[in-house]
């Protein structure tokens, strides 16, 4: 049956402009802030019913109504979605989480969950006709971004800081991406990938600077609802780079509330972020709408070590109107959990999945979580992809 996408228009997440979602939207054109695709919540309503999903095809794609691309053809999929939610009992025994839960964005294609992000925007960039993309990486969004441009047989060109993980700079390499690193960190990155828009007329996908990545990351919280059969956990932890994932899923769970699909109770978020750059979770703790840019940033942890984020404002509402939080963790104990969550539970985590993982006794010791509470972890990659991360004669 054809599906029917309820794309309807873009509205500025600041100042409320609304764009048309038919011709290329960057960042809002009045205030420089964050544009989200809006759709039809009525027609979606009244068409697409939790029901219609069984069938349909195992990815993030059996969403289409509330997806952005209009026609099926367009769509660029390597699989994407549809990752394992995992009950991690003897993690949970462990830290003493009743309830333990971990969803495992590592089995996505490119092994971690831009994946989805990088699927929807060069769909709907092919869709609008933009066949030439840029964007600045810490390096799992160039390894998704060559990925689905090579498999759309678009051009790509990727800026990474040059101390990013080497299976990114391959695999985004061998995909035929053109690769540039830079003497710099992720904000250095993203003012060569801007230059490199206007110079060459390439279109910048850069995180949050474009619409439709955050459309692909908000599956997450379709995904959690769907496999816990219309429920929510009580908390979500997660790592915070540039917040796209944090914030859609929140943009999930109030879509799904407008269809109907799950009831207004939705979890605690919590952000995690490293001690050596943790910009969000200083705003939070200062009561602050915006976070400051954080002076030089460190931590093992690639995905996450983002000084500056256009989403600021955006991951901040999340945390404070889900009554949750944002927790530091260490290097140390980013690297202890690796291990622990491995010969618990036999899944081998990315850094950035520590660091969530990493936080929750934190957060319980704190009294932000209680070991009754069903508490869900987003492993957003493969740990396969940081092997760097570990001194070479350790535990072989
Ligand atoms: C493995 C991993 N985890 C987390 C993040 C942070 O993601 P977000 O931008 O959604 O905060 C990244 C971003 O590069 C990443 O690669």
């Given at each position: ?64 109504e509330m997806m952005p691309v209009r026609d099926e053809e367009n769509v660029v999929s390597l699989g994407e979605g549809f990752t394992p ?178 009831d207004g109770s939705r979890p605690k978020m919590f952000c995690v972020q ?123």
């Amino acid at each position: 049956m054809t599906m029917i996408s309820c794309l309807d228009h873009l509205e500025c997440t600041c100042c409320g402009s609304r764009f048309s979602a038919d011709e290329p939207h960057r960042v809002c054109a009045d205030c420089g802030k964050v544009l989200y695709a809006r759709y039809d919540l009525d027609a979606a309503a009244a068409g697409f019913s939790r029901e219609a999903l069984r069938g349909r095809r195992p990815d993030m794609w059996r969403y289409f109504e509330m997806m952005p691309v209009r026609d099926e053809e367009n769509v660029v999929s390597l699989g994407e979605g549809f990752t394992p939610l995992h009950a991690v009992n003897r993690l949970g025994r462990e830290m003493n989480v009743e309830r333990l839960l971990l969803k495992d964005e590592g089995l996505n294609p490119t092994a971690s969950f831009k994946a989805r992000g990088l699927s929807a925007a060069v769909s709907r960039s092919r869709e609008l006709g933009l066949n030439r993309l840029t964007m600045p990486s810490a390096g799992n969004a160039a390894g998704a971004l060559a990925a689905y441009a090579a498999r759309a047989g678009m051009e790509a060109r990727v800026f990474m800081p040059q101390d990013a993980p080497e299976a990114n700079m391959q695999e985004a390499a061998v995909a035929g991406a053109r690769l540039r690193l830079v003497d710099g960190l992720i904000g250095d990155a993203g003012l060569l990938a801007r230059r490199e828009a206007a110079e060459h007329g390439l279109f910048d996908v850069s995180t949050l600077q474009e619409p439709y990545r955050v459309e692909g990351k908000k599956t997450m919280g379709y995904e959690i609802a769907e496999q816990m059969n219309w429920t929510l956990p009580d908390a979500i932890v997660y790592p915070t780079g540039g917040g796209t994932g944090i914030v859609g899923m929140w943009k999930a769970f109030e879509e799904m509330e407008a269809l109907g699909w799950i009831d207004g109770s939705r979890p605690k978020m919590f952000c995690v972020q490293a001690e050596g750059c943790a910009p969000i979770v200083s705003a939070f703790d200062r009561g602050a709408e915006f976070a400051d840019p954080w002076p030089r940033a460190s931590t093992v942890a690639p995905g996450i070590r983002v000084p500056a984020a256009i989403g600021d404002y955006l991951i901040l509402r999340a945390l404070r109107e889900s009554g949750g939080g944002a927790q530091t963790v260490t290097d140390s104990e980013i690297l202890s959990w690796i291990g622990k969550v491995a010969s618990l539970e036999g899944i081998f985590v990315c850094p950035e999945g520590a660091a969530a993982t990493a936080a929750i006794p934190k957060l319980l010791e704190r009294g932000a979580l209680s070991d009754s509470e069903t508490v869900l972890i987003l492993n957003t990659g493969s740990g396969l992809k940081n092997l760097e991360v570990f001194p070479s004669e350790s535990s072989i």
